[in-house]
């Protein structure tokens, strides 16, 4: 997952990178093919350079260190508002065919809500989510509409790589033994299995520049 997060970032993007895996997914695009890749984090920070130690959230003191700029929630929303930000990172409760993603309630439980999810969604030039494949989270419609993409969603899971909101939702590639009847079973909508090849292992470069990132293995084990 991490790897293929990080392959979605192109060399020179300003990337709305979030945390958890998408923060591992930078830090490896910027240390493989991307170098030139600018962060940005909702509570202000812009990065030209990974955070040099673990962190657990982007206040920490290793994503401020070394920051390129520390700035403000309002600055960084208004680069998303001028149309400034490449690539967007998000994740949510629930997804449904449309790239629609919920982060506010399911059912009467509530949730986080939106936070910078819904202007990311909609401001970035394209999206991508990062989430655990389970039905109960991939559904035909979801519960509340938290964030509406603008554009191709490209949804990337513990079971492979998927594409929403650009017609029939279509399966890019399936991680190494992942079946299609195991993606069927976990998924509350129908998907285009025509195209499907299996995802590219991670490169030596890239198991070397997540295990820097994440040594404890706390995000990826």
Not at 51 to 73: I, K
Not at 175 to 189: L, P
Request: aromatic fraction near 6%; hydrophobic fraction near 40%.
């Amino acid at each position: 997952m991490v790897a293929a997060a990080a392959r979605q970032i192109r060399d020179g993007e300003i990337v709305f990178a979030g945390m958890r895996l998408p923060l591992l997914g930078f830090a490896v695009a910027k240390a493989t093919h991307a170098p030139r890749a600018i962060g940005l984090f909702e509570n202000g920070l812009i990065r030209e350079l990974p955070p040099r130690g673990f962190v657990v959230t982007m206040g920490d003191g290793p994503n401020q260190r070394d920051a390129t700029c520390a700035t403000t929630l309002i600055d960084v929303l208004g680069m998303l508002q001028r149309g400034r930000v490449d690539v967007g990172f998000l994740g949510g409760a629930e997804v449904d065919a449309f790239g629609n993603l919920n982060t506010t309630r399911v059912g009467k439980t509530r949730l986080p809500g939106s936070g910078g999810g819904s202007d990311i969604a909609a401001l970035s030039r394209r999206c991508v989510y990062v989430m655990e494949h389970e039905r109960r989270r991939f559904v035909e419609r979801v519960g509340y509409v938290t964030s509406r993409p603008r554009g191709v969603v490209t949804l990337i899971t513990t079971l492979g790589v998927f594409t929403l909101a650009d017609g029939p939702p279509r399966v890019v590639s399936l991680h190494h033994g992942v079946t299609r009847a195991q993606v069927e079973r976990e998924t509350g909508f129908a998907l285009d299995f025509a195209q499907a090849e299996e995802t590219p292992a991670p490169s030596e470069a890239e198991l070397r520049a997540i295990a820097e990132a994440d040594p404890s293995g706390f995000w990826t084990r």
